[in-house]
């Protein structure tokens, strides 16, 4: 059975569209959601997670829907955005109380143990903590309790690469049983790219590729040329070409690749480089 | 068991991975019966997607180099089968057309080339 199954989601606003948002995660993987600010990353995840109302679509949760099983469907997801959504008064023994009356399967213990080894000031309220402790006290917030699936919505901006590490350790520990599932949206994918089996991009609302990473990986290459070295014919193949007075680069199809001419540069893409040049060419 | 990945690598990560545990089979440095780290654990000690480490275990096993047996995990096979002994065949078969590649750019002459080879005293 599917960790995530996604049918159709849609939502009209007056000037942005989400149409038909499909996709399904097994169980045990990651998939990184990725897209520009305003491609809609966001408005899925929240809709996804229930904390907002869509116009049609279907969700499922290791075989649950929020309209049968509404309150075992939000239990089984843990969730983290960019904004924190904390309460800037409370303190962690707040927090802990709060999360104890809330949710069954939330362990004290467990949560303790996280705010002891990630050193999170147990006396101090929240609103003077830094966004990196906000971050980990979220992530032991969720991590206390039984869930099936991470929602985390850009949830690593505005950390340092040390905290981001852990957090991407972390990230690996929680799916290692195979039984559970990460789905994160992220607009910077240097770090997280690594771990994510399947990457979803989104373009103005719309699917633009689902894939795992690898295939996209080997499906596309980089190359790059002086800019003499580009001629009509071969021009046609390239995707999102950006030029410059020394040279140009762009995306190719890795099948096209031996139609280029000799003496260009053909490199393995990042998922970064593969989104960027794509998005270039979709916009002209 | 030894895995190091390179960011500047040609080869992509699933490659590195195979041939690196392809290697220390092979010299020994990572004996027969040997059971290889899941393939879970090895993407998180990596840091990296399961689906890679998936693959590099994938085709450690159609190549004759490991077995998945059910409920053990992947066990290093016997180095002396059928396949690995194809394996080094055509490894040497590549090396070997390598070598008169360079040879043909030095202008070597054929005896030249044995005489080389006789060097390494293994003729």
């Known amino acids: 059975m599917n960790a995530l199954e996604v049918k159709g989601l849609t939502k009209k606003y007056r000037d942005f569209t989400l149409s038909d948002i499909s996709f399904s995660l097994p169980k045990g993987y990651i998939m990184g959601y990725v897209g520009q600010n305003g491609a809609g990353k966001t408005t899925t995840l929240c809709m996804i997670a229930h904390l907002l109302k869509g116009d049609a679509g279907v969700c499922s949760i290791d075989g649950l829907t929020y309209e049968k099983q509404p309150v075992q469907y939000r239990e089984a997801i843990g969730y983290i955005g960019d904004k924190d959504g904390l309460v800037p008064d409370f303190t962690i023994g707040d927090v802990c109380s709060i999360c104890r009356d809330f949710y069954p399967s939330f362990r004290a213990d467990t949560f303790r143990a996280y705010v002891k080894k990630w050193k999170l000031p147990e006396k101090k309220k929240i609103k003077t903590f830094s966004r990196g402790m906000k971050v980990k006290l979220m992530f032991a917030e969720v991590l206390s309790r039984e869930t099936k699936l991470l929602i985390l919505d850009e949830a690593t901006n505005g950390l340092d690469p040390v905290v981001r590490r852990e957090i991407l350790e972390l990230l690996q520990d929680y799916i290692s049983d195979g039984e559970r599932s990460i789905l994160f949206s992220t607009h910077i994918l240097s770090d997280l790219e690594q771990i994510a089996d399947y990457i979803f991009f989104i373009h103005n609302g719309k699917k633009v590729f689902f894939e795992t990473k690898e295939e996209l990986q080997e499906a596309y290459m980089l190359v790059k040329g002086g800019s003499g070295e580009l001629r009509a014919p071969e021009k046609d193949c390239l995707i999102g070409v950006r030029e410059s007075d020394v040279g140009f680069e762009a995306l190719v199809r890795t099948d096209d690749a031996p139609c280029l001419p000799q003496g260009v540069l053909l490199e393995k893409p990042t998922v970064d480089q593969i989104v960027v040049h794509m998005i270039k060419d979709m916009e002209g | ?123």
């Open chain 2, 1 to 123: 068991m030894k895995v190091i990945l390179s960011n500047q690598s040609e080869l992509p990560i699933y490659a590195q991975i195979r041939e690196q545990i392809k290697e220390q089979i092979t010299d020994g440095r990572i004996a027969e019966g040997t059971v290889l780290p899941s393939i879970r654990q090895l993407a998180r000690d990596l840091g990296i997607s399961v689906i890679t480490t998936t693959r590099a275990y994938r085709e450690l096993e159609s190549e004759g180099f490991i077995a998945s047996v059910q409920g053990k995990g992947s066990i290093v096979l016997k180095r002396d089968n059928k396949v690995l002994r194809e394996q080094y065949q055509r490894q040497l078969q590549e090396h070997l057309d390598a070598a008169v590649q360079i040879a043909q750019k030095l202008s070597m002459k054929e005896e030249e080339l044995i005489a080389a080879l006789k060097e390494r005293s293994i003729l």
